[in-house]
C-alpha cells in the first residue's frame, strides 16, 4: 500500500467544485432506465451512450472521474480510443464498479448481501492495468418492518472493509458505498438511526482491517425521510441531519465524502448538496473536516438520457446537458448553486 498514492488521488476526487459521475450501471439496471425509452439494451447501445457522457466536452472542468462498468472499462470510442484514455487524457480519474451485485441475505426476508470478494485481487490487478484509479462497492441497507437487522448491517460492513483493504493493497482507492434505500415509509429519524448505525459498523470494520482512511471515500446516501414517508422533510432539515449524522459517525481524517442521488429528484439532489455545503462555509457547529461532493448516477443522467434516447443524433445536446447538471453539482460543492439557475436550463 502507496498511502501517497492513496491519498493524492483520494484528494483529486473531492477536489474544490469537482465531483464524480457514475455511469456503472449493471447490465439489468442498464436494461431498467433504457426499457423507459425503448432502447434495446445491446452491448453496442450500451457503449453508443456510455461514449455520449464520457466525451461530453469541458465535463473535466466540474467532474473529477466516471465510475465504470466492467464492460464499460473494456470498451472503446468510435475512433477506437479506450474509455478509460479518453477519461485520462481529459485529467479525469477511471474508476470501477467492483461488487457482483446485492444479493437475497440467507435467513433474512427483505435484506441484501452484496457479493463480489472471490477473485476480486486478481480483478483489482487487471483493472489497475486498465486505468482503474478508484474502485466502488456498494452495500444495500432496506428499511422496514423489524428491518435492517444486524445480521445484515454487520455483513455488508465486513465485506466492505474487506473489499477496501484489497483495494489499497494495490493503491486503488476504495469508494465505500452503504446505501441506506430511499423506498419505504420511514420518517427521517428513522433514516438517521439506519444510518448513524451503519457508518458506525463500517467504520469499526474498516478499522478493524486496516484501511487507511485518508485514502478512502465514502459514498453514501442523505438522512432523509423515505419516498412514502407522508411527512417529506425539507432542505434545510435534510441537511442539517446529513451533517449532524456524519459529523457524528465518519472520522475526521477520512479524505472525503460523496453522496449518490438515490431516486432523488435531479434538483433535489443538488440543492440538497448545496445547502450542506452552504451550512458548512457557514462554520460553526456545521463546519466539516472533509469535501462534501457528489457521484451522482441518475441525478445528472436523466435529462442527457432522455435527449439521446429521443434522438441518437442530438449528441451535442445530450452531452450539453450532462455538463449543464454537472455544473450545478459543482457548484453545489462550493455552496454557490441557487435554484433559479435551473430556469437557464433550456434544452
Ligand atoms: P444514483 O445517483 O442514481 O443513486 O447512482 C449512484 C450510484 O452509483 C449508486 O450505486
Not at 464524480?20 to 457503449?47: G, Q, V
Not at 435484506?111 to 470478494?117: A, M, N, Q, S, W
Not at 420511514?186 to 474498516?206: D, G, S
Request: charged letters at 25%; a neutral charge.
Amino acid at each position: 500500500m502507496n498511502k501517497d498514492i492513496l491519498s493524492k488521488t483520494a484528494k483529486a476526487m473531492v477536489a474544490p467544485g469537482k465531483g464524480i459521475l457514475a455511469i456503472d450501471e449493471s447490465h439489468s439496471t442498464c436494461k431498467k432506465r433504457f426499457d423507459a425509452y425503448n432502447i434495446e439494451c445491446t452491448e453496442e447501445n450500451r457503449r453508443a451512450y456510455r461514449e455520449v457522457l464520457i466525451t461530453a466536452p469541458g465535463a473535466e472542468e466540474f467532474l473529477s472521474g466516471m465510475i465504470l462498468f466492467d464492460e464499460t472499462l473494456r470498451q472503446k470510442t468510435k475512433g477506437g480510443v479506450a474509455f478509460a484514455e479518453v477519461l485520462k487524457k481529459k485529467g479525469m480519474i477511471p474508476g470501477i464498479k467492483v461488487d457482483k451485485g446485492a444479493f437475497d441475505l440467507a435467513l433474512h426476508p427483505g435484506e441484501k448481501i452484496t457479493e463480489g470478494l472471490d477473485g476480486l485481487r486478481e480483478r483489482l490487478t487487471e483493472y489497475k492495468a486498465l486505468g482503474a484509479g478508484f474502485a466502488k462497492w456498494r452495500a444495500v441497507i432496506t428499511i422496514g418492518a423489524g428491518i435492517p437487522s444486524m445480521a445484515c448491517i454487520y455483513g455488508n460492513a465486513h465485506a466492505l472493509a474487506r473489499y477496501a483493504a484489497l483495494c489499497q493493497e494495490q493503491d486503488i482507492v476504495p469508494m465505500v458505498e452503504p446505501e441506506i434505500l430511499i423506498d419505504g415509509n420511514h420518517t427521517i429519524e428513522k433514516c438517521y438511526e439506519v444510518t448513524a448505525l451503519t457508518l458506525k459498523t463500517v467504520f469499526a470494520q474498516l478499522k478493524e482491517q486496516g484501511v487507511l482512511p485518508e485514502g478512502t471515500i465514502l459514498k453514501v446516501s442523505m438522512v432523509l425521510s423515505g419516498k412514502a414517508c407522508p411527512t417529506q422533510s425539507d432542505v434545510e432539515e435534510v441537511a442539517l441531519e446529513t451533517i449532524r449524522c456524519l459529523k457524528e459517525n465518519v472520522p475526521p481524517n477520512l479524505a472525503g465524502i460523496v453522496f449518490l442521488s438515490g431516486g432523488q429528484s435531479d434538483e433535489k439532489a443538488t440543492a440538497h448538496l448545496d445547502a450542506m455545503n452552504k451550512l458548512a462555509a457557514a462554520g460553526g457547529a456545521n463546519k466539516l473536516p472533509w469535501p462534501l461532493s457528489f457521484s451522482y448516477g441518475r441525478a445528472i443522467q436523466s435529462a442527457a438520457l432522455q435527449i439521446w434516447a429521443k434522438d441518437r443524433m442530438a449528441v451535442d445536446r445530450a452531452q450539453k446537458a450532462v455538463v449543464m447538471r454537472s455544473k450545478l453539482n459543482s457548484l453545489a460543492t462550493l455552496g454557490k448553486y441557487d435554484a433559479a439557475l435551473e430556469a437557464n436550463l433550456s434544452l
